[in-house]
């Protein structure tokens, strides 16, 4: 059995407290954002690299990673206090908890952009695991995807309200927050808005129990 949890963004003392939740000794993936908004980004993406569980890349990542202007205004100042720094590129750059900044940044940059985990379902569907639906990414063929960044960003940006069937697959993402966890015939969206103050969840396949936590940073 697999575990798969939805976007944390800095959420750490809600993640800790739905791991006791969780059955032991089972997968944990994740959907990526983990980081931003919440206060404690660091603790969660350092336990999560010490556990060796697995994440993609979320758009969130993705900006930290680039240091793009615009990840000011998606939570980069909370994110940077969790490290103990004021800038993503500071003057001194010898410090101890700008190394720490440095290690996580270089291990985001190689999350990869999707997962397909092979356990499978009743109709024998294996998990599509990405940040955001894969519905119009997967569009594109296989042979065209490192062509360009329509690909990557459609798979960490992409809000489609009205996600089509993938052949052989059933999508588990996050992104978009909702109250509530989707979960239909073909995905499941799980991004139910912890950071916003409502809850973080996670979703065990194939038995599509649900798991959640009210959000307690």
């Avoid at 985001?108 to 294996?126: C, F, Q, S």
């Avoid at 996600?163 to 909702?178: M, V």
């Amino acid at each position: 059995m697999s575990i798969f949890v939805g976007d944390i963004h800095g959420s750490y003392e809600t993640l800790m407290r739905l791991i006791d939740k969780l059955p032991k000794d089972e997968k944990i993936y994740f959907t990526g954002d983990l980081i931003d908004r919440g206060p404690k980004s660091k603790e969660v993406v350092d336990f999560i690299i010490k556990n060796n569980m697995k994440s993609i890349l979320g758009n969130h990542e993705d900006l930290m990673c680039r240091c793009l202007h615009i990840w000011l205004y998606n939570g980069m100042i909370p994110t940077l206090k969790s490290y103990g720094i004021t800038s993503p590129n500071p003057k001194d750059k010898d410090t101890e908890n700008y190394k720490i900044f440095l290690e996580h940044q270089k291990w985001m940059n190689n999350l990869p952009l999707y997962l397909v985990i092979d356990e499978v379902d009743a109709k024998g569907r294996k998990v599509l695991l990405t940040h955001s639906s894969a519905s119009s990414a997967w569009r594109i063929p296989e042979e065209d995807r490192d062509l360009g960044t329509w690909f990557k960003d459609s798979l960490i940006w992409e809000r489609d309200y009205n996600p089509k069937p993938i052949e052989g697959l059933y999508n588990i993402f996050g992104h978009t927050p909702i109250e509530e966890p989707l979960i239909t015939e073909h995905y499941a969206a799980i991004d139910t808005g912890a950071v916003f103050g409502y809850k973080l969840t996670a979703l065990r396949f194939p038995e599509m129990e649900v798991y959640q936590q009210d959000f307690i940073d």
